[in-house]
């Protein structure tokens, strides 16, 4: 949580200073536009500030990374998860099939992201199958956060990339600081971290 909100200060601080520097920066000079969208589009000339906030945006990414991994690979804790995201594959390949638990309710519900789990049960094997598997398979569930983050990330990059092949001036358009600055965004996210870190699926 504190990791969280000092995320949320430190954006918000880094889109001020970019929100004055834009504003102070005159674009209206047709050849650095041209050399902007020849050099494959960076939302800014990086020198100076920008660069070293792109490269902190980048490693605030990174600690969130480390801290989705280590998380996934942690024991479960939480109801949910021993009751039947992780039970349920237990269960399943226990008996060698997918079918109808009539003591555990929840395992009767539709389960997708739970598979992951239940793959790695089977391709694992073993007496300690269903424990290494139920770990991957956990492992896999948090590390989806970082995969949606790269995909917003991606997303906001080309989005203002093809805006300023379409003649947009590029004080109006999202380079890589705002890239890595969405992906970010929802890394920090505290409800994305409580339930990916735990072995729920809200996040996926």
Not at 62 to 81: K, Q, R, T
Not at 117 to 131: P, Q
Not at 144 to 173: D, F, H, N
Request: charged fraction near 15%; include cysteine.
């Amino acid at each position: 949580m504190v990791a969280a909100l000092a995320a949320w200060l430190a954006i918000a601080t880094i889109l001020s200073l970019l929100a004055s520097k834009a504003k102070a920066k005159s674009l209206d000079d047709a050849t650095n536009r041209s050399y902007e969208a020849s050099e494959g589009f960076a939302g800014f000339l990086e020198s100076g500030i920008e660069n070293r906030i792109r490269k902190l945006l980048m490693f605030a990414c990174g600690l969130f990374v480390i801290h989705y991994f280590i998380s996934g690979v942690m024991p479960p804790l939480e109801f949910d998860v021993l009751e039947y995201h992780l039970q349920a594959p237990k269960e399943f390949w226990q008996q060698g099939s997918i079918t109808f638990l009539p003591h555990n309710i929840y395992a009767n519900m539709p389960l997708g992201a739970e598979m992951h789990a239940l793959a790695w049960m089977t391709l694992v094997s073993g007496n300690d199958g269903w424990w290494y598997g139920a770990l991957i398979g956990k492992l896999i569930i948090s590390l989806i956060v970082p995969l949606t983050a790269w995909l917003i990330g991606a997303s906001i990059y080309v989005e203002g990339k093809r805006a300023l092949s379409q003649g947009v001036p590029a004080e109006r358009c999202v380079g890589l600081i705002g890239a890595w600055g969405g992906a970010l965004v929802y890394l920090s996210l505290p409800g994305i971290s409580e339930v990916s870190q735990f072995g729920q699926i809200d996040a996926v």
